[in-house]
């Protein structure tokens, strides 16, 4: 069973469509992250959501609006794709106020603008 | 400031060899935790190893042990007995203290890309 999931993997689109990435995860972890990792392999956070609350909206352009249904789910919307968007995205899941609290990372969604 | 710096864009090891990869950071905050994370060429991102700041031991996990040195502010990865598949890029993040919203994120340096030559 895969813990986080990330759909599509892969996602090649136009400049100025709209475009979705979902991701779900099974761990029962309470908090979800995205994560944007640029073509020189830098990572980072865009999003976090603690129980559906917007906890971190790190200066992402509006255009991006992470939704979250549920605990398990946290889904990233882009609007308007620009060339700058290609990247990277991951989500991630951790559990708030466990010790170590590592985020356990999706396999990557790879979003080219064209 | 950068909170993570690898100043190590790449680095070489034998197989079988020990290698050091450094990651020094910068928190004032006095709870903090340390965390390494390997990115092989398939893309994932693998949790390696975690080191919190009142720690009092060095951490281990099988071949990684992370080398704390709290007053110099360095956490380096040491990856004992090198393997071909340890070549990947390598990070090292942080996550500072309980205040707001930073306990909920990892901030990542710009890692080192290891290769295992045979």
């Known amino acids: 069973d895969t813990a986080v999931s990330q759909t599509p993997k892969y996602l090649v689109t136009q400049m100025g469509n709209d475009k979705s990435i979902k991701c779900e995860q099974n761990?029962?972890?309470?908090?979800m992250y995205w994560y944007k990792q640029d073509s020189k392999k830098f990572l980072k956070i865009m999003f976090s959501?603690?129980?559906?609350?917007?906890?971190i909206n790190e200066t992402v352009p509006n255009r991006f609006s992470p939704k979250s249904p549920d605990k398990a789910h946290l889904n990233l919307h882009i609007n308007s794709l620009e060339l700058g968007d290609s990247a990277v995205y991951f989500c991630?899941?951790?559990?708030?106020?466990?010790?170590?609290?590592?985020?356990?990372f999706g396999e990557g969604s790879r979003l080219t603008v064209l | 400031a950068q909170k993570i710096t690898q100043t190590q864009p790449g680095m070489f090891v034998q197989e079988k060899e020990a290698v050091t990869l450094d990651c020094t950071y910068d928190?004032?905050?006095?709870?903090?935790?340390l965390f390494w994370y390997k990115q092989p060429s398939s893309g994932e991102m693998i949790f390696l190893i975690y080191?919190?700041?009142?720690?009092?031991q060095n951490a281990t996990e099988g071949r990684y042990s992370l080398n704390f040195q709290k007053a110099r502010k360095s956490a380096n990865l040491v990856i004992s007995a090198s393997q071909l598949g340890d070549s990947a890029m390598y990070f090292c993040?942080?996550?500072?203290?309980?205040?707001?919203?930073?306990?909920?994120?990892?901030?990542f340096g710009k890692g080192t890309l290891l290769t295992v030559n045979p």
């Open positions: 991630a899941s951790s559990l708030a106020g466990r010790n170590t609290g590592e985020l356990f």
């Open positions: 761990l029962g972890h309470d908090t």
């Open positions: 959501y603690n129980n559906k609350e917007l906890i």
């Open positions: 928190t004032s905050d006095p709870s903090y935790g």
């Open positions: 080191q919190g700041s009142y720690d009092q």
């Open positions: 993040a942080m996550r500072e203290g309980y205040s707001g919203g930073s306990n909920y994120k990892l901030t």
